[in-house]
């Protein structure tokens, strides 16, 4: 049909997408689960507000170990969302497309396993229902952005849909393309900047990192980036990741490989377990500089103090690490150390705050006219060792030994005050 659209069809364009349209910003809540988030008190993971969420794992489910591998991974570094498609849009038929339905089992396991929601591509119009089964969250790809029959279906489930930007396809033909979903009564729309088609032949597409803030601007929808599809290079995606964030993205959908040059499809743009614990580090530090945080999906923050939390596998059960092959293994342990650098760096600042805190007692001693040191006090901190020993199950007297040498610290810095600052007799 061609003509001038009438005065109503132009109120309503973009009705439903339009940041007027509704009062405050669409906050899309998905519920954790898995046997870890069985508690109803478990905050829902939530897209669009404060935090900002990564959903990542393989371009396509290839097979049990693999996804299982991925899922461990991308959870233990900090992803809240598995991503894998079981319905492959290659552009080439001869191509792996993906194992189909028989995927969805794979990734109910690795949700049950991980905790983490599942997001994944539904192709076809006819898969709408089945997929929404078995998926916290349906993707509607690139390739897929204008099929309205696909979109009209999607729209009429409850599942929330990640909707892609097509690489041809502008801004406003990506919110008309939410519209359609929306009309038909599914509200829950994520939009996705996956990079659009350019002429520059360096990556594989343009990431259009300024569509962030203007969608941001003009609609009330939460909006995500995938870097890995925008790139096509492993090395670009940690990059565009971080710009991503810092222009507003709400969330990042990452494709993450145990064996990125072994994977059967975009291994070329996958990262490593390792690589991908680095961009979640940086993506996180990104987050606070623009005054968000990275939800990193831990229950509370007692859990990081138990032994039994998810530690990129080196607590996973032993049969587990003797599934994975060399190269694997070597990228859990380099995982792991990073994770004990940063555990050292921690421990360290906090120890410089009780070192201050207790020059700080030193001089109100002081002025108060009491002994700085005080064996009444160390023995009463000596005593809480017993019991933060035993909450944290470790050895009691290893901890009263840590925190004997905490003690002689403190001690030493609250003397050195005393002898600087007290009036020197005449
Ligand atoms: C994908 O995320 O698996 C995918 C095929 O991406 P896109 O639709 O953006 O090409
Ligand atoms: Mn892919």
Known sequence: MTGEPTATERARVQALTARGAVAERTVVSIPRVGAEFGSSQTPDIKIGGRTVVIAAGPCAVENQETLLAAARAVRSAGAVMLRGGAFKPRTSPYTFQGLGAEAFDLLAEAREATGLAIVTEVLDPRHVDLVAQRA?????????????????????????????????????????????????????????????????????????????????????????????????????????????????????????????????????????????????????????????????????????????????????PIHELADLDLPSLLDVLANVRDDIETVDREIISLLARRVALGRRAGRVKRVAGVPVVDPIQEHAVLDRARSLAEAAGLPYRDLAALLRGMIAITRRAQLNDAAVESPKPQ
């Open 136 to 316: 916290d969250v349906l993707q509607v790809g690139a390739r897929n952005m204008q099929n309205y029959a696909l979109l009209a279906e999607v729209g009429r489930v409850e599942r929330p849909v990640l909707l892609k930007r097509g690489f041809s396809a502008t801004v406003d033909e990506l919110l008309m393309a939410a519209e359609h979903v929306m009309a038909n009564g599914n509200t829950r729309v994520i939009l996705c900047e996956r990079g659009i088609r350019t002429f520059e032949t360096k990556t594989r597409n343009t990431l259009d990192v300024a569509a962030v803030p203007v969608l941001k601007r003009e609609t009330h929808l939460p909006v995500f980036v995938d870097p890995s599809h925008a790139a096509g290079r492993a090395h670009l995606v940690i990059p565009l990741a971080l710009a991503a964030i810092a222009c507003g993205a709400d969330g990042l959908l990452v494709e993450v490989h145990p064996n990125p040059a072994a994977a059967r499809s975009d291994g070329e743009q996958s990262l490593t377990p390792r690589a991908f614990a680095a961009l979640v580090r940086q993506v996180a530090g990104v987050a606070s500089a623009v005054g968000r945080e990275l939800d990193v999906g831990r229950l509370t923050p007692d859990e990081s103090a138990t032994p039994n939390e998810s530690d990129n596998g080196a607590s996973s």
